[in-house]
């Protein structure tokens, strides 16, 4: 089953983002949850070691490295989803290394509000051995688990649009410059932007001629572009695009 987000934007071009499913997030939870023991060993065995020997030195000190002990093993077991993905942008290590990704339902990043709400929740979801959460990724056509409901997000697979986009476009090394301020596009301009490079292939030559000539227009007035540019619209966009990529060093 390749259950997929698919998401209209106002141009009618469709944004596909493959879901997740119990197996490749259960698999990231392994290895997060590997991590997870490592770090909470490690602290266990430098506590045994240094805490002691305060106590005997510094009876304060070792109160003190007590409590500091108690809090990071808190904040690693409660605190470790929702700070990864806060900072990460919706991933773990191991989210990351199965190449899956936190998002809302919109498609957009997340933010720390949503990674922190949908980890509260995750002490719900994880009752009966996870089986909370596994019976609402079962019963919910997008594998949302009850943390993914109330936080208005879901889990995907990043690696299908990413080795498309390396495929599809590759940033020039020495491309010469546009000679516009390609740094005043959004996000989500961008986004357009390569979205139509992407799926260009798949539209019919004047749907994408036309789709073309709007984007250009739509970014015209922003970018002061040239009116002869703006007539080679799709060659446009592609330089506008790799600048864009370089900048921000996208890889």
């Known amino acids: 089953m390749h259950d997929k987000l698919t998401i209209e934007t106002p141009e009618q071009i469709p944004l596909e983002f493959p879901l997740a499913g119990i197996g490749s997030r259960f ?24 805490i002691p020997d305060l106590y005997a030195t ?20 409660f605190g470790y989803f929702a700070i990864f993905e806060a900072v990460w942008n919706g991933q773990t290590p191991g989210k990351r290394f199965l190449h899956l990704r936190v ?14 709400t949908r980890n509260l929740i995750r002490i719900v979801d994880s009752i009966a ?21 109330v936080a208005g997000t879901v ?21 010469a410059p546009t000679g516009y301020d390609v740094g005043r596009l959004t996000p989500e301009e961008f986004q357009l932007v390569e979205t139509f490079l992407l799926r ?22 922003k970018l002061k572009i040239a009116e002869e540019d703006q007539r080679q619209s799709e060659p446009l966009l592609e330089r506008l695009a790799n600048e864009y990529r ?6």
């Not at 392994?30 to 065995?45: H, K, N, P, R, S």
């Not at 051995?129 to 409901?149: F, T, V």
């Not at 080795?163 to 476009?169: H, P, T």
């Not at 260009?200 to 007035?221: F, G, P, Y």
């Open 27 to 50: 698999l990231a939870a392994i290895v997060d949850a590997l991590i997870q023991l490592v770090f909470t060993l490690g602290l266990v065995v430098a506590a045994m070691l240094v």
């Open 58 to 77: 510094a009876p304060r000190a070792g109160l003190w490295g007590m409590a500091i002990f108690v809090i990071v093993i808190f904040v690693m077991q």
């Open 103 to 116: 998002i809302k339902d919109s498609g957009r990043p997340i933010t720390p509000y949503e990674a922190v």
């Open 129 to 149: 051995a996870y089986g909370i959460g596994i019976i609402c990724m079962l019963l919910s056509s997008k594998n949302k688990r009850l943390g993914d409901y």
């Open 155 to 175: 889990v995907v697979h990043e690696r299908p649009l990413a080795d498309q986009a390396r495929v599809s476009w590759e940033p020039a090394a020495s491309a």
């Open 200 to 221: 260009r292939e798949q539209l019919a030559l004047d749907v994408r001629a036309k789709m073309a000539r709007q984007i250009a227009d739509r970014l015209a007035e």
């Open 246 to 251: 370089s900048r921000a060093q996208y890889r």
